[in-house]
């Protein structure tokens, strides 16, 4: 069974704090991706990596950061955490095919939560 | 400027009834892909429509890729409470990223 795996399902951190979250997914995808969720926003791409030490910005990337160092593990920076970045961060990854990005298998999500 | 436009953006009816959802862009796309998201958890593939016109069934569920590949749409048939979830249609623009619609919140009541 394919999997994606999340650290943590639920963090709650103090402003200005670092935070970091983890992905790992067994499948040996190329593609890895974190998007943030928010009520009436949808989601939205923070960051993708489509190899290993690749990284490429998605619609917000203001505040965030990411790590590619081994292909199979995709981390999530935040590097003064601040109350706008409460949010639902879920991490996804994908095999790409011909011309397309091909299936985006999800991990459960990672509730952060910053007072 | 949202890429993918979805409606409605909440639907609650009763089990039995019929529904569609949309999702609409003045962009054109190669292909299209729905999701589901259940409460507490990760959205997980339905379909990927490929082709203009094309029609795919899973179930009680029909998926619909416009003529033009700009839209598209999701109907189900007999809705039952497990159909219960947050509809998400999702098309790539450009590089290897996907864009996603706000979703449609749909509520199946007994």
């Known amino acids: 069974d394919v999997k994606v795996t999340q650290s943590s399902r639920y963090l709650v951190k103090r402003t200005g704090e670092k935070v970091f979250l983890e992905c790992v997914q067994d499948?040996?995808?190329?593609?890895m991706f974190w998007y943030r969720q928010d009520p009436g926003l949808g989601l939205r791409l923070i960051y993708f990596?489509?190899?290993?030490?690749?990284?490429e910005k998605g619609d917000i990337p203001e505040g965030y950061s990411v790590s590619r160092e081994k292909k199979e593990r995709f981390s999530l920076i935040l590097e003064s955490a601040s109350t706008n970045q409460t949010s639902m961060y879920l991490c996804?990854?994908?095999?790409?095919?011909?011309?397309?990005?091909?299936?985006?298998?999800f991990g459960e999500g990672s509730r952060l939560t910053v007072l | 400027t949202q890429l993918l436009e979805q409606s409605p953006q909440f639907l609650s009816i009763q089990e039995g009834e019929n529904l569609t959802v949309y999702c609409n862009s003045s962009s054109v796309f190669s292909s299209l892909q729905w999701y589901r998201q259940e409460p507490g958890e990760g959205p997980v593939l339905l379909v990927t429509?490929?082709?203009?016109?094309e029609v795919k069934k899973l179930k009680r569920l029909t998926f619909q890729f416009g003529d033009a590949r700009k839209d598209s749409s999701l109907h189900i048939t007999a809705a039952q409470p497990g159909d219960t979830g947050l509809y998400l249609c999702a098309a790539r623009l450009s590089g290897y990223a996907l864009n996603f619609g706000k979703g449609t919140s749909l509520l199946v009541t007994p």
């Open positions: 429509v490929v082709t203009g016109g």
């Open positions: 990596s489509y190899d290993v030490k690749m990284k």
């Open positions: 499948m040996d995808h190329e593609n």
């Open positions: 996804a990854s994908s095999q790409p095919g011909q011309g397309w990005v091909g299936e985006l298998f």
